[in-house]
């Protein structure tokens, strides 16, 4: 009894370790099958990313590819800075890019950016297929299309311009017949909200439009568009600067000749006066005296308006051959002052002449610098009020030889001093207080300083006089 006892014990506890052992085996392959599940979709998750960053990458090789491409197509527009080359460059460079049969710049206004059509074409065959010469000789069909992609500033392609359902049979003809092409893709040119003309790519034969291809020529649009206007902007100046050339031209030729004009009838009046004023032709009373005195004042002011644009003139035009010398400007000081003495006597002027001993001499024209010291000596002079002080002051400084002219005459406005050395330029206040000259006094200095490599500075203050200071190299 107690071995059979034992015996069903033993079955029983190896039947529950069976059981044991079973539900252990069925969690081992529960744990086995979930891990092979998460093992699966990780497996899946993990090609998904890796084929996103495939993607990603070729994507981001493409964009560098078209940014790099893009970069160098605006680099090379802005070398140009004529209309008509821009836009041939621009065809030229996005047909290259995309690799089309051919490529065209089409303005629908081209007046607006004084530019013509541009055109460019992989090979000679491609380059004889008929093309519009504008962008109203497209055809209608592919303008009616091309104003719809504008209402949506949005690019139009064609890949086969006789299986595309937006055409009718006729159309797709008569784009053939304009065009000679297949396959085309019009990308807009716009400024802001209103597209100005069409990047045109064009192939023979049927083809699928690329997004880079796109995407190069939407990149290229814009500095294309800024490099229009730009270049239409210089090509303006430039004209603004060729016809103001052409009227300073002209300015010159015409003084020149008036000048020279004047010249003639001029000595023949100061002949006649010289003997009016000598009794030569009769003995004259003292009011007609008076009379001729006062003629040959304004005659000598004549004569010499007349010479200082002669002067000018012959500077401008390169023709005054300087004669360079060693010169002593103290001597030159000394004649002029001498030559002025009279209107500086007339006013009661005080002259101080003020040199350095040992003053080395300078190279220059004795004849042109004795122009500008009288000039300069003159303008102190005439602005100066009765009883004034006019001082000449002669020094070295580095290489150069200093003369500076000073007065204290009504001075210059602040406001004006930048005008000084244009031509005909009078200050208000020689104007207001009625004191004669002709404004060609500085303009001749200054032509004449720089032609010998100085320089000429001038400092005013209203109301207390002016110094004008002229450097000339030293001889050597």
């Known amino acids: 009894m107690d071995v059979i006892s034992t015996n069903v014990a033993a079955d029983a506890d190896a039947v529950a370790e069976v059981r044991r052992l079973r539900r252990k085996l069925a969690r081992e392959r529960a744990r086995r099958r979930a891990a092979e599940s998460l093992g699966e979709r990780a497996t899946a998750d993990l090609h998904d990313w890796v084929r996103e960053l495939r993607s990603a990458h070729v994507e981001l090789i493409e964009r560098a590819d078209q940014a790099r491409v893009v970069n160098e197509l605006a680099r090379a527009l802005r070398q140009d800075v004529d ?74 392609l064609v890949e086969d311009v006789q299986e595309d359902p937006r055409l009718r049979p006729e159309g797709a003809a008569e784009i053939l017949e304009a065009l000679g092409v297949r396959a085309l893709a019009a990308v807009p040119i716009a400024v802001g ?11 023979v034969t049927p083809r699928t439009w690329q997004a880079r291809e796109i995407a190069i020529c939407e990149g290229l649009s814009h500095d294309l568009v800024s490099s229009l206007i730009q270049a239409h902007a210089f090509e303006q100046q430039r004209e603004s600067v060729r016809r103001l050339e052409e009227l300073d ?128 000596l003159s303008n102190a002079t005439k602005f100066s009020h009765d009883g004034g002080r006019v001082t000449i002051a002669l020094r070295p400084e580095n290489d150069a030889v200093v003369i500076a002219v000073s007065d204290t005459g009504i001075g210059i406005p602040s406001e004006e001093q930048e005008r000084l050395f244009s031509r005909f330029f009078r200050s208000t206040l020689a104007v207001a207080e009625e004191i004669q000259g002709t404004g060609l006094g500085l303009t001749l200095v200054q032509s004449v300083v720089d032609r010998h490599g100085g320089t000429v500075e001038i400092h005013s203050v209203e109301g207390e006089g002016t110094t004008v200071t002229v450097r000339l190299p030293q001889a050597h």
């Open 249 to 376: 031209r002209a300015k010159d030729a015409f003084i020149s000749t008036v000048s020279h004009e004047l010249r003639t009838p001029l000595t023949s009046i100061v002949g006649y006066l010289e003997m009016l004023a000598e009794g030569g032709l009769g003995r004259l009373d003292d009011g007609v005296s008076r009379g001729v005195a006062i003629i040959e004042r304004n005659v000598e002011r004549l004569r010499d308006l007349v010479e200082d644009l002669l002067t000018l003139s012959a500077y401008d035009a390169a023709q005054v051959r300087l004669d360079l010398r060693a010169t002593d400007l103290g001597a030159v000081v000394a004649e002029c002052h001498q030559a002025l003495l009279p209107a500086v006597l007339a006013k009661g002027l005080e002259v101080v002449v003020v040199s350095e001993p040992g003053l080395s001499p300078a190279l220059a024209d004795r004849t042109q610098i004795e122009r500008v010291v009288l000039n300069l």
């Open 83 to 156: 209309s008509a080359q821009l836009v041939n460059r621009a065809a030229e460079s996005v047909g290259r890019a995309t690799a089309v049969d051919r490529c065209e710049v089409l303005l629908v206004d081209a007046d607006l950016y004084s530019a013509v059509q541009g055109t460019w074409a992989s090979a000679p065959e491609h380059a004889e297929l008929p093309h519009p010469r504008s962008f109203v000789e497209l055809p209608e069909a592919l303008t009616t299309m091309l104003f719809d992609a504008a209402q949506q500033m949005h690019p139009l």
């Open 193 to 203: 909200d209103e597209v100005v003309g069409w990047l045109l790519l064009q192939s």
